[in-house]
């Protein structure tokens, strides 16, 4: 059974960076692709981005040049670097894997 855990979120300025990390438990991750949404309130969750189980990405045009996603298997982690940030990258973050989502992390850019 997997079981996802963000982590990293914050209050941050704009031009800052942060770094978030989701955390899985389960036999099956090394052969998943793992996506990290965005939720805004009033706003359907949108894919932010997306790294499938051999390292290739996709990222959302709003992001591209500024969020790099990583994942490593060994310790069952997906990460999202995430620099030079703008207001409008505000909202919480969840990370999934399948049909399994993480309780999400807060993510709030002061301008």
């Known amino acids: 059974q997997v079981h996802l855990v963000e982590s990293g979120g914050d209050l941050v300025q704009a031009g800052g960076s942060l770094r978030l990390s989701c955390a899985a438990s389960?036999?099956?991750?090394?052969?998943?692709?793992v996506g990290w949404y965005r939720q805004v309130p009033g706003k359907e969750r949108e894919l932010v981005a997306r790294?499938?189980?051999?390292?290739?990405?996709t990222y959302t045009d709003s992001v591209k040049g500024r969020f790099t996603i990583s994942r490593d298997n060994a310790k069952k982690t997906v990460d999202l670097q995430m620099d030079n940030l703008k207001p409008g990258d505000k909202g919480v973050y969840l990370c999934t894997l399948g049909d399994v989502w993480g309780r999400g992390t807060q993510v709030t850019v002061s301008s």
């Open positions: 790294i499938g189980s051999s390292g290739s990405t």
């Open positions: 389960g036999s099956i991750f090394s052969i998943s692709a």
